[in-house]
């Protein structure tokens, strides 16, 4: 008995300070995991879920009840154990130096999140969350939106979007959704609506020719934006991928409007209702993309490309790309808007606070 007590006592100590070095991680471990760690902290501390299941538009702690509620009956001490063995997992991981991170993490504009360069007229956005599958959080929308206005305004000829690492974009952070300030998720859906709307906005009035490398998978907003951008090349490991109705959700980015134009009704709503995914040549046979390349060739041809139009004259193709853009551009604000007055109403609906719950459910269990 007393070597039991002895155990157990070590086991609820190494629980204990576990909890404590939670506080010193740097890194995110992304949602899942922290649902993970959370449920098995209130396992290890107080057992099976005994708490009341929070309302639907509560993304945040229904999230974590569900993880919770889902360990069932595992004791106390089973969930102390793998909550133990979780925190010292991510600890393994934690970098032993930061500098080179940090030196990473920013360029010389400031940015977090995308990284700015500039080859004589060529402008380059990176989004460099590759870590994060370049999934797109708040911060990474402004960012977006202050390189492109940089970027219509400075001495550059043609801007270049791609992304960091094996994908292109995963679409939005999940965190996103789970972020609620104190006002309620109101005020969550009002804040959404009105960021969604500037970035769409900024691609609709850019007024220089921008170009989209699809370096790998490109999920929801990241595929849908390219209805408004000029050139689209993709590598032969691209896929395309807009799920919104599997999340209760609806079409940004004026793809309502532009799928039906550049691919036909029947194969739009194939992509936007039903939720096809396109691989590189599907996505070009659907006009979509431009040009693909092999993955082997793709930064080489990509290259070549932009290296030939941002030697064109500025001032002309600036002239020529608002020319093309100037007939529809009033059209394009206002399918935005009415995109994003229905995608706000659609976050704080039910069915889509279910639909969200389901995904994350899901994703948690991979």
């Known amino acids: 008995m007393q070597r039991s007590a002895r155990y157990l006592s070590g086991i609820s100590d190494q629980f204990n300070q576990a909890k404590e070095n939670v506080a010193t991680l740097t890194q995110d471990p992304g949602n899942e995991v922290k649902l993970k760690m959370y449920a098995l902290f209130k396992q290890g501390s107080v057992g099976s879920c005994n708490a009341p299941k929070p309302g639907a538009l509560d993304f945040v702690g229904k999230a974590k009840w569900n993880a919770w509620n889902e360990l069932g009956n595992i004791t106390q001490e089973d969930a102390q154990k793998q909550y133990i063995a979780l925190v010292e997992s991510l600890l393994a991981q934690e970098p032993s130096s930061n500098k080179a991170e940090d030196e990473n993490s920013s360029?010389?504009?400031?940015?977090?999140?995308i990284l700015v360069t500039q080859d004589s007229g060529l402008k380059t956005i990176t989004l460099n969350r590759p870590s994060k599958y370049n999934a797109l959080n708040h911060k990474m929308y402004r960012e977006i939106i202050s390189a492109l206005q940089q970027a219509g305004q400075d001495d550059s000829v043609v801007t270049l979007l791609t992304g960091a690492g094996e994908y292109f974009c995963s679409g939005n952070d999940l965190n996103n959704f789970l972020n609620i300030p104190p006002e309620g998720p109101e005020k969550l859906a009002a804040d959404g609506k009105e960021l969604l709307r500037e970035f769409v906005s900024t691609f609709i009035d850019f007024p220089k020719p921008i170009a989209a490398a699809i370096n790998g998978p490109a999920v929801g907003?990241?595929?849908?934006?390219?209805?408004?951008?000029?050139?689209?090349?993709?590598s032969d490991n691209a896929t395309f991928h807009t799920p919104f109705m599997t999340l209760g959700q609806s079409p940004e980015a004026c793809s309502s409007y532009l799928f039906p134009k550049i691919m036909g009704q029947a194969k739009a709503h194939e992509v936007l209702l039903a939720g096809r995914k396109l691989n590189a040549v599907e996505a070009c046979n659907y006009g979509l993309v431009t040009e693909v390349f092999p993955q082997a060739e793709f930064e080489k041809e990509v290259n070549n490309r932009m290296t030939y139009l941002a030697g064109l004259p500025p001032k002309s193709l600036a002239l020529s790309k608002q020319l093309c853009r100037s007939a529809e551009k009033e059209k394009l604000h206002d399918v935005n808007n009415k995109e994003c007055e229905l995608l706000a109403q659609r976050w704080l609906s039910e069915e889509c606070a279910q639909a969200v719950m389901a995904f994350m459910a899901r994703k948690a269990k991979m």
């Open 221 to 234: 907003i990241s595929v849908t934006i390219l209805g408004l951008v000029d050139m689209v090349y993709a």
């Open 107 to 113: 360029d010389s504009s400031g940015f977090e999140h």
